[in-house]
């Protein structure tokens, strides 16, 4: 059965693996999971179908609270810079710095639907966690997230990769390096844990890439 959120043309390519998440929904039904909302575990695959993704985000799991909207690091649209998940500041401040934004918060829409309607799959390494066990489900994701990365290799050319994490950089195996880039810093969230690291951020290069491969400008930002 077609979950929830899930578009026609991503089932196509996912409905064997979805069919194998019976486990997986059993085991939700006896935790505290995220994202809260079940019909939100697939929001990622409800916009863009696969020929339309011109770059994948991949991150490691969803929010452990109410921010969590399946897709990854975008939290509910009308929630303040104040409000924002540690690691979603670390990349709205990120952009910031690579742009030199004066007061981020009057630009950036945290729901990144803005980044969404550009062809930016917004995508975890898994779709639910436990409550204060982000890594919970990673081997049970494993099989979907394989075939969606594996989808996106196969389906078209110099589409831009940018992982966040040790976790999602492991993924990078299945795409060839000869026909699509690869982009890779520290997970933001590691900067909550570990004030010394530095988040290597690459959202100017990219957007620089992707005006090469598309004759369009990328706004991370509100444009005008």
């Known amino acids: 059965m077609k979950p929830q959120l899930m578009n026609d043309a991503w089932y196509r390519h996912l409905k064997d693996e979805v069919s194998k998440l019976s486990t997986l929904q059993q085991k939700l039904s006896k935790v505290n999971f995220s994202p809260k ?6 929001r990622a695959f409800s916009i863009l179908e696969p020929k ?10 969803p929010y452990m609270d109410d921010n969590a909207t399946g897709n990854a690091f975008a939290i509910p649209k009308d929630k303040l810079y104040k409000e924002y998940p ?8 990120a952009i910031a710095q690579e742009y030199d934004i004066y007061e981020i918060d009057k630009w950036f829409d945290p729901s990144l639907g803005i980044w969404e309607s550009q062809g930016i799959l917004l995508l975890n390494s898994a779709l639910t966690c ?16 394989t075939k969606v990365l594996k989808t ?20 990078m195996k299945l795409i060839d390096k000869n ?8 997970h ?14 690459h959202f100017k290069e990219i957007a620089e890439l992707y005006y090469k491969n598309t004759g369009n400008k990328l706004h991370w930002l509100f444009p005008f």
């Open 37 to 42: 909302d079940p019909k939100n575990i697939f």
């Open 52 to 61: 339309d993704v011109r770059i994948c985000l991949l991150g490691l799991s």
């Open 86 to 93: 540690f690691s979603l500041k670390v990349i709205s401040d």
């Open 130 to 145: 436990e409550v204060n066990k982000p890594e919970a489900h990673l081997n049970d994701w494993k099989p979907l997230i």
């Open 152 to 171: 996106l290799n196969e389906i078209d050319n110099g589409l831009i990769f940018y992982t966040f994490g040790s976790t999602a950089k492991e993924y």
């Open 179 to 186: 026909r699509h880039y690869h982009f890779h810093s520290v």
């Open 188 to 201: 933001p969230a590691a900067l909550y844990y570990n004030s010394s690291m530095v988040f290597d951020s």
